[in-house]
Structures are given as C-alpha cells and as structure tokens.
C-alpha cells in the first residue's frame, strides 16, 4: 500500500459528460502528480500540484483541469469526454519536488463509450 | 523518434538469470526514474537517480549523464520480477516527466 489512494477506482461513462478523479497523497507529501496510461500512448504526464499551485504541465488537454486543496488532496476533471478519454488515470505523489521518490495510487479506470 | 527509448520492448527470461534493461534519452534531464507496473496495473518507484548507481536487493540501477543513458539490472531473476519495467526522465528546467515505452519482461521458472 503506497499510502495514496484514487477514487473511484472504475466509471464508467458516456461521451460528453464530465467526470472528476480524486486523489489523497500520503501523509506530509506536498506534490501531487497525475498521469494518464492509455494502451496506444503509454503513460503520460499531465500535470502537478506543489502545495496547492500549478507547478508543471504536461500533456493535459484544455478539456482537462486540476486543483490541489488546501488540505492537499487534488481533482483531475475532465469534461467533454470522448472515446480516446478511456484510460487508466494514477495519481502520484511526493514529498516535495521531482526528485524525490513517488509514490503511485492504484489508478482510476476511465471507461468512455 | 520518441526522447525517451527503451530496449528491449519485450524480454523473456529463465529463472536466475542476470538481466539488463536500457534507457536512452535526448533531453536534458535533473533525475531519471525506474518504475516497476505489476500485472495488476499497480505502479512502484524502483529507483530515482541523478549520477552514479543505486542498488536495492537483487535491483541494480545506473546512469551516465554524458552518455544520455541509463540500465536497469536483475541479478538472479525470479519469476516475481514478471512486470513491465519503465524509465521515466524528469526534465530540467521545464520540471516535466517524459516516459519510454516499457520493457515487458517475463521471468520462467
């Protein structure tokens, strides 16, 4: 058990709907990370939070938005959704910055039809 | 070409053998990570490097920061160890996670 957890861990749902991931980082961990894992494209960055503000994008789409809560846990939503939407999305987190270890949540298993 | 590559894509493996899994890079990196993804799709940090080499248990991780280059080592392998194993740089600078492609690695028993 990393200590970070991701709810829900399945949904189901249909195209342009709008769905929202959440993720609590273990405990004393300020950074929060979230990946998208999709079987065409690998794992891919999206975005990370550090102590509440935006602190790197990746490959997010605008369709696609974040925040991290004052008490540190953070919401992946995605909005508009569309059939390439279906993935696994982990969360990940870490003490502070990219150099230190992350520790990975179980993923949430998006499922667009 | 992707600016993270990884070799080989797949790997099979008899039980006890010495294995060595290669990540190359074209960007400029502050840390490099080997990650391990269970079959389950769980995910675990092996290492996170940023010079030399790092050893945990029976897991050996180096770097070559000139070089762009980066193995993963499994000595005495166990059919366990059956995961894909992922590099993942962070770049400098721009504070993002760029990933390779995986090594799908079965170990027989």
């Known amino acids: 058990d990393s200590g970070v957890t991701q709810t829900p861990k399945h949904l189901i749902t249909a195209t342009g709907q709008r769905v929202t991931l959440r993720c609590s980082p273990r405990?004393?961990?300020?950074?929060v990370y979230w990946y998208q894992q999709s079987l065409d494209q690998g794992l891919q960055f999206l975005i990370q939070y550090y102590n509440g503000e935006e602190r790197a994008k990746g490959n997010i789409l605008e369709r696609f938005s974040a925040q991290q809560f004052p008490d540190l846990h953070s919401e992946l939503n995605l909005s508009s959704l569309e059939l390439g939407d279906s993935a696994l999305y982990f969360c990940a987190s870490s003490f502070q910055t990219g150099l230190d270890t992350q520790y990975f949540g179980p993923g949430t298993r998006l499922t667009v039809l | 070409k992707n600016e993270v590559e990884q070799s080989p894509q797949n790997l099979t493996a008899q039980e006890g053998e010495f294995i060595t899994i290669n990540c190359s890079y074209s960007?400029?990196?502050?840390?490099l990570h080997w990650l391990q993804q269970h079959p389950g799709g769980g995910i675990v940090s092996l290492f996170m490097?940023?010079?030399g080499k790092k050893k945990h248990g029976r897991l050996i991780a180096t770097i070559n920061i000139q070089e762009k280059h980066s193995s993963l080592h499994i000595t005495a392998s166990h059919p366990r160890d059956s995961a894909v194993y992922i590099c993942?740089?962070?770049?400098?600078?721009?504070?993002?996670?760029?990933f390779g492609t995986g090594t799908r690695l079965k170990v027989l028993a």
């Open positions: 490097l940023s010079s």
């Open positions: 405990s004393g961990d300020l950074s």
């Open positions: 960007v400029g990196i502050s840390a």
């Open positions: 993942a740089v962070y770049t400098s600078g721009t504070y993002k996670y760029i």
